[in-house]
């Protein structure tokens, strides 16, 4: 029987506890003679976990004995402290979802990633994808990750009754979007919500704008942490954030509520605007699928960037390095990007990387736009918590919280960030 987690942060403590108490154990490691197949990721929503349920009952049927247990853990923990701690306990994960760029160098750098290689070339991940996806997904000439998806982590997405009944189109320029604000506050209606609690979502829209303002090489080269923050350029970039408390663009509890908080605001159509990555069509299908709505990329900025840049990444599993499973993880993951299960997951409004997802005529409209963005996009810009060193992308996130909540200067803001870098 197919087993489900999902863990906390005292879950998580247990974990680590019982791990350092093992002495004389390391970490990541199983027994030869377990036969639970380990999977773990953030949550990725009812209508994918039903698909997951569908592959681990299976992969049991097919192979006897084993047994899977999927850990999903809250999105943000999952991506600060609840990966490294599961890694590092004593029941670790033998495949567990990452992001390509600076995380996915970080577990081959400590040996949580095992060489796919042949897996992919010559067994049974073998003729399921393009090679040509494994290009960001190899280090050191070794495969290290089976692609998932390709996600677009923002866009602007509107409610388009709404924007209607207002006499507005979608903004596809920056005064656009300031004029559409103002209109919207006059009619009572809230422009654009979000729940920046976790500091990520506001973070990683306005990061994109401040690339468009900057341009990518400056972006890349200071989060990179090659430049400083305290320069005219990304002053002139944290203008523009200045302005949208200006024009009272964002719900006043922006920095008060989480993501979901925020995304709720839009889905109840309490908000016009909602700013925020691909994986909202899934997730408003589930939970208001009446709602009528689609999405414009990020409007130009004045700036020298690319104004047509598109931020995202990939996305996709890892085999434990330490697992003593990795031949069962393998044909785990060629079973999950199989003919059958693709089409589920497209079904649940997700669309692998596989060859046979390319040719699917059950996509969402939005879905296929999104993916074709991605794939045209003239610029790819990289979100601040994916491809580069969290503790970067956090000091950026809470300068840009500061400056939308009004509680500090773009120059101080900046400063602030310099200083907390060292």
């Known amino acids: 029987m197919t087993r489900f987690r999902t863990l906390t942060i005292g879950t998580l403590a247990l974990l680590s506890a019982g791990a350092l108490a093992l002495t004389g154990c390391s970490g990541g490691g199983s027994g030869g003679s377990d036969t639970v197949l380990r999977i773990a990721m953030g949550s990725p929503g009812e209508a994918q976990i039903r698909v997951w349920d569908n592959v681990a009952a299976q992969f049991e049927s097919d192979n006897p004995g084993y047994t899977v247990e999927m850990n999903y853990l809250d999105d943000d923990l999952y991506q600060t402290i609840g990966l490294p701690n599961l890694l590092n306990g004593r029941k670790a994960p033998d495949i567990y979802f990452e992001w390509a760029g600076k ?111 900057v341009g990518e090489d400056v972006y890349n080269a200071t989060l990179a942490g090659e430049a400083p923050f305290s320069t005219p350029q990304w002053e002139e970039a944290f203008g523009y954030v200045t302005q949208l408390t200006e024009h009272k663009c964002l719900n006043e509890s922006v920095n008060a509520v989480d993501d979901n908080e925020g ?107 999104l993916t074709a963005l991605l794939a045209s996009a003239p610029a790819i810009v990289l979100p601040p918590d994916n491809g580069y060193e969290l503790e970067m992308a956090n000091a950026l996130y809470s300068a840009l919280a500061e400056v939308v909540g009004g509680q500090t200067s773009p120059a101080d803001a900046l400063a602030g960030i310099d200083k907390k870098l060292g």
């Open 263 to 369: 995304a709720q605001l839009f889905f109840q159509g309490k908000a016009a605007m909602h700013p925020i990555g691909s994986w909202l069509v899934s997730w408003a299908i589930d939970e208001a699928p009446d709602l009528n709505f689609d999405y414009v990329n990020l409007p130009a900025m004045p700036g020298v960037g690319n104004q047509d840049s598109v931020i995202g990444v990939v996305t996709g599993y890892i085999v434990n390095a330490r697992s003593t499973k990795q031949d069962a993880a393998a044909e785990f993951l060629a079973l999950l990007n199989s003919d059958t299960f693709v089409a589920e997951f497209i079904e649940a409004e997700v669309t692998p990387m596989t060859l046979s997802a390319s040719g699917a005529q059950s996509i969402d409209s939005r879905t296929a736009r």
């Open 103 to 213: 995380r996915l160098q970080q577990r081959y750098d400590d040996g949580f990633a095992a060489d796919l290689t042949e897996a992919v070339t010559t067994g049974p991940i073998s003729g399921l994808f393009d090679p040509s996806v494994f290009d960001s997904l190899t280090i050191d000439g070794t495969v290290v990750m089976v692609p998932y998806s390709s996600d677009v982590t923002n866009v602007l997405w509107y409610n388009t009754d709404i924007l209607s009944e207002a006499g507005l189109t979608p903004p596809s320029t920056w005064d656009e979007l300031l004029a559409a604000c103002d209109t919207l506050n006059a009619k009572g209606i809230t422009p654009i919500a979000s729940g920046n609690k976790d500091l990520w979502a506001v973070g990683n829209w306005l990061s994109h704008l401040a690339s468009r303002v």
